[in-house]
């Protein structure tokens, strides 16, 4: 019995979904637009498309609920109106061949793979789909600050990444350190110059006078008097005339605004952006983020070699307490 074959992305006519729906979208030669009955059937089923274009301004919930939809983590999604979003796809100066692309080198893999829901194979499909390492990029209104955008919407990238690494499927480069909120783990953490005694952030700078004949040694703000411009030192009385020969200043102190307390030095604390807690800093605990590399191994691996990732919780991306800044 003849089975029904499906031609490759390269002579077939991609269905794409406009999202938001438009039918106005230039699309090349080789694009169908696919019609409401394949939106509405997604409102019970998952969406079967080759590609997804973002044609408009979308919501973030909206984003939630197409993704939600989108069943296959390798399709992919494009932005053609407007700025990257969370799990799209980089268009760049050509969206419709990078998305081409991307269809193309998922139809190379092995259908075990494609259809695979572990997050290590979704990750290695995407990486080889998006013919991209899995490079790590600032983004401060994550939790997280840092977020993968080759893996999509995956969950527990680097998680996955470093169990693949441990089974040799992946190489990785130190990328950063960042601290992490004991509290509720976001990275969105103010780092601040704090008071030792109430922990305050309203710290100012005073210069320290010494007074050569008396020994005395006082923040400049003990010297000056609300009479008149000269210093005049609180111990002995005696003006202070010219720097060198009868004062100088051998360093400055930290003053707290909030409780008048002066140190030498500062705490250095952290303030949550999410959760509002304040932490000392060697409470903080910190995690190292990488960027990865597929090995050869690892490629082997998508077309058809025996995956064996270790299955035990992973080690390698340990959170370690951070030291006092300041002993
Ligand atoms: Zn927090
Ligand atoms: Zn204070
Ligand atoms: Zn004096």
Redesign the pocket.
């Known amino acids: 019995m003849l089975g029904e074959v499906r031609a490759s992305a390269g002579a077939r006519t991609l269905r794409y979904l406009s999202f938001p729906h438009r039918s106005d979208v230039q699309a090349p030669d080789g694009w169908k637009l696919v019609g409401a009955e394949t939106i509405a059937a997604a409102e019970t089923s998952s969406l079967d498309v080759d590609a997804v274009m973002i044609t408009g301004e979308v919501s973030d919930v909206m984003m939630d609920r197409l993704f939600e939809r989108l069943a296959d983590p390798l399709v992919p999604v494009v932005t053609l109106h407007g700025e990257a979003r969370r799990g799209t796809d980089r268009g760049g100066e050509s969206p419709w061949g990078a998305a081409r692309s991307i269809i193309e080198r998922r139809e190379e893999l092995p259908q075990a793979i494609r259809q695979s829901g572990r997050v290590e194979d979704v990750l290695l499909a995407r990486m080889f789909t998006r013919k991209s390492d899995l490079i790590p990029r600032y983004a401060p209104s994550d939790r997280a600050a840092v977020i993968y955008p080759v893996a999509g919407r995956i969950d527990g990238v680097a998680e996955a990444a470093n169990r693949l690494v441990d089974a040799g499927l992946l190489t990785r480069k130190f990328f950063d350190r960042l601290h992490t909120c004991p509290s509720c783990s976001s990275s969105a953490l103010n780092v601040r110059e704090e ?6 952030g ?2 100012y700078v005073q210069e320290i006078v010494h007074h050569f004949r008396c020994g005395h040694q006082a923040p400049l703000s003990k010297f000056e008097s609300p009479l008149g411009h000269a210093l005049t030192c609180p111990k002995c009385n005696l003006k202070l005339r010219h720097i060198g020969l009868d004062y100088d200043k051998p360093g400055s102190v930290q003053t ?6 002066t140190d030498d030095s500062n705490a250095v604390g952290f303030v949550c952006m999410h959760c509002e807690g304040k932490f000392d800093a060697a409470r903080v605990p910190v995690r190292d983020v990488y960027s990865y590399a597929i090995t050869a191994q690892g490629t082997r691996m998508l077309f058809g070699g025996q995956p064996d990732v270790v299955s035990q919780p992973p080690n390698v991306f340990a959170v370690l307490l951070h030291s006092a800044v300041q002993q």
């Open positions: 008071c030792h005694k109430c922990r305050s309203d710290l707290c605004r909030s409780c008048a307390h």
